[in-house]
Nanobody, 118 residues
Framework: QVKLVQSGGGLVQSGGSLTLSCAVS????????IYWYRQYPMKEREWVAG??????????QYLESLKGRFAISRDVDRNTVYLRMINVQPQDAATYYC?????????WGQGTQVIVSS
């Protein structure tokens, strides 16, 4: 059974830093691409960052507007993917989701809320 358990969200001051975590089990974590999305209230989820599979070079990719502030990484020993956010801005306040997929199924984490205070 595939499970994605997120942690690390919460309140952060504008300009501060935050790291989101997503622990993955029951899934070939070492071999697949992984993704982060975010969702604003009443909006569709939007892709934020992705990390290609190791076979494809483990290349990080980002929403253009987030380059330089967000960093995605994978710890294969802990089966965990991270999203490091620095210089957090009010527009980063959203619910963040990790995502993995097989050829037939998409799996999501439960979501973690990021709240930004000014």
């Amino acid at each position: 059974q595939v499970k994605l358990v997120q942690s690390g969200g919460g309140l952060v001051q504008s300009g501060g830093s935050l790291t989101l975590s997503c622990a993955v089990s029951g899934f070939p974590f070492r071999d697949k691409p992984i993704y982060w999305y975010r969702q604003y209230p009443m909006k569709e989820r939007e892709w934020v960052a992705g990390l290609t599979s190791p076979a494809a070079g483990n290349v990080p990719q980002y929403l253009e507007s987030l380059k330089g502030r967000f960093a995605i990484s994978r710890d294969v020993d802990r089966n965990t993917v991270y999203l490091r956010m620095i210089n957090v801005q009010p527009q980063d306040a959203a619910t963040y989701y990790c995502r993995v997929e097989t050829e037939t199924t998409v799996y999501w984490g439960q979501g973690t809320q990021v709240i930004v205070s000014s």
